[in-house]
């Protein structure tokens, strides 16, 4: 798609209703974009299909149910009521459905009633194959994600695509992929997100770069903390000066094991994505994070910089045999 023609004719309209929830505040939901949707079945149940393969030795993939399959004809089906939209993607999972729509031109209604008229063409299927005391398939309401930035189409697909690789991983590794609360070092309590037993290691090395190196004292300083960890070292840091940061990042790109430390809490249903999924896959990444979960964006304040490098320090020096 030519990306500068499809911002030229993206159209913005004023605050939404009150009662339209999580929608973006500002957006006009009737006019030429893309949008990645998601709704997700009641109370999560495995009603639309099955997943085979573990997504390493096996490929995974998702086989409809009856349902499943009734399901993905309604969603093909959107273009005959709304010929302004196309389906561009979409990956049916067991609970839940992702699709990448294409508001072509103008639509007379709003995204939401699109998609409420395809809950109901579900819902009738629904009712004649389940014998459910629940009203309906869907939860209230569905999820979106605009795009909105050059390379995020791509982003989009690959991430719905993947989905089946990456339920059967969690599904094989599950520890690696939950919450875990109250993991206590020293005097800190921390949330924690990834392979726990990196803390065990007998090398943990913490990563603290002032922030006046200059530019070839940063490449000197990732050369040699990539000389530790190729020894076998784990490396600690919150990764936020900018040495700190291209040392973290030049271990994670080579494949080294990694414990980041971070300002922002896990949420209930957090889960990693894109290369940090297959790092803790792979069991070389751990995310603590010592603070609640928040929503909004923050500037994290220069106390918890100093707080933060102070527990990787306690890490390092705690853990050690």
Sequence with gaps: MDWERYKSKKQWAGDLKPSMKRRRVGHDYQSRCI?????????????????????ETIPAIVEPSP?????IQNLVNIPSFYPEIEIWTFQLMPDHLHAVFFVKERIPVHLGKVINGFKVGCNRVYKELVKSDLPGLWEDGYNDVILDQEGQLQRMKTYILDNPRRLAIKRTHPDLFQVQRDIKVGDFTFAALGNVFLLDAPCLMQVQCTRKLTTQQIHDTVQQFLSHAQNGAILVSPSISPGEKAVMKAAFE???PVIVLQENGFAPPAKPGGRRFNACAEGRLL????WEHH?????????????????????CSTRQP
Aim: hydrophobic content about 40%.
């Design 35 to 55: 949008y990645m949707v998601t709704l997700v079945v009641k109370e999560r149940r495995p009603l639309l299909g099955t997943l085979t393969g573990n997504g």
């Design 67 to 71: 349902l499943g399959q009734a399901v």
């Design 254 to 256: 080579h494949g080294f």
């Design 287 to 290: 995310m603590l994070a010592p």
């Design 295 to 315: 929503n909004d964006k923050r500037v994290i304040k220069r106390s918890q910089c100093l707080d933060l490098n102070e527990m990787a320090k306690t890490i």
